[in-house]
């Protein structure tokens, strides 16, 4: 009986040391639980932040001509149209020229009528010079002759000229394209009757294709130290060679005009609006951190939560941040942390300061393209 006894004491005792320890257990999972668990991000300080930027502007053909003519008249021709790709040298339009021909026929005509004067006074002459040979003619007579010829020469070479510009106004009354190029618009139809100098066409030159950007004046220092040049047209990129640094600020838009020249490849438009890719560099020196890491503190102030070791356990910190420079993910920061500190990365509404944290490991979001590797390496 008394064995019996003895034997339901420890078996009592066993039960009651394996609860306590039970209980002990499930306290300290209780506990456990009770701490949040954050993502981190760590801080990677560097000495600069980027500015990307994009001034905008417009193509341009390196040449615009609005062509004229250099004669007025009717249009007899058009060779032609908007849209069409001509080549230096070629014709484009032309006048009527019925009434310079009709002009050179008659001046033409002049021409041999004193062809034939000529050489009926040259006749006479002969005839004179034998007859003072034999002493029956007078000086004065070839003195008349001579000067007759002489006359008749010189209307000769009058109506030479006439028939010359005659043949030049027959030329100029064809346009010819003065460059390589693309008619762009047309003012005319046939039959219209213009003016000296009325504008027929536009032609654009299909080489050396230009951008016009404007930036703004305080930049333009800045802007001309750089080398690499990138534009965006569209959803292309090409690299372009500044062309002259710019002459004065444009009234109407406070910038400075800044010509660049693109490559003979690239597939763009008179036009065109194109974007100046430049990224502005900023020597400070900071953190990149996410949008997210950040919450708003007391007058107007930026915070971070920082994680401090206290007595092994981390706790979470509210620490005053200044905000340099942010983008849609991520901003650049200066303030009352240190390098290498970790900082809550999200979640901040689930947090108080002096709160237990627990970092867990979670996908990084994507660092701003400035840090360089060994920066990325570290800030995750």
Request: glycine share 6%; charged share 20%.
């Amino acid at each position: 009986m008394r064995r019996m006894t003895k034997i339901s004491l420890l078996i009592t005792a066993a039960l009651l040391v394996g609860c306590n320890s039970a209980s002990n257990d499930s306290e300290q999972q209780a506990q456990t639980q009770q701490i949040l668990r954050v993502n981190t991000h760590t801080l990677a300080p560097t000495d600069h932040f980027t500015v990307e930027r994009e001034y905008v502007g417009m193509i341009q053909a390196g040449q615009q001509a609005n062509l004229g003519v250099e004669l007025g008249g009717k249009i007899s021709q058009i060779l032609v149209d908007v849209g069409d790709n001509v080549k230096a040298g070629e014709p484009l339009l032309v006048l009527d020229t019925d009434l310079l021909k009709t002009q050179a026929d008659e001046l033409r005509a002049q021409q041999a009528q004193i062809t034939a004067q000529l050489d009926l006074i040259e006749a006479n002459l002969k005839r004179q010079q034998a007859l003072k040979k034999k002493g029956f003619s007078a000086d004065s007579d070839i003195d008349d002759l001579n000067s007759q010829r002489n006359a008749l020469r010189a209307n000769y070479r009058q109506l030479g000229a006439s028939i010359a510009a005659n043949q030049l106004q027959q030329d100029k009354s064809t346009v010819y394209a003065p460059y390589d190029g693309m008619i762009s618009a047309r003012f005319i139809s046939k039959g219209d009757v213009i003016n000296v100098g009325s504008p027929t066409l536009t032609l654009l030159a299909t080489t050396s294709k230009e951008a016009h950007i404007g930036v703004p004046a305080k930049q333009l220092s800045k802007l001309l130290n750089h080398a690499d040049w990138q534009l965006r047209v569209s959803q292309n990129s090409y690299p372009v060679t500044l062309m002259n640094p710019g002459a004065r600020v444009d009234i109407g838009t406070r910038t400075v005009k800044l010509r660049f020249a693109l490559p003979e490849t690239a597939d763009v438009i008179d036009g065109e609006l194109a974007y100046l890719q430049y990224e502005d560099k900023h020597q400070q020196p900071g953190y990149w951190i996410p949008l997210s890491s950040m919450t708003d503190g007391i007058r107007g102030v930026w915070n971070v939560f920082a994680l401090h070791d206290e007595d092994g356990k981390l706790n979470v910190e509210r620490r005053t941040i200044e905000v340099l420079y942010a983008t849609n993910e991520y901003a650049f920061v200066d303030g009352a942390i240190q390098p290498g500190e970790r900082i809550v990365a999200d979640g901040l509404h689930r947090l108080v300061p002096g709160q237990a944290v627990l970092p867990v490991k979670k996908l990084p979001l994507p660092l701003p393209s400035s840090l360089n590797n060994d920066q990325q390496e570290a800030a995750l």
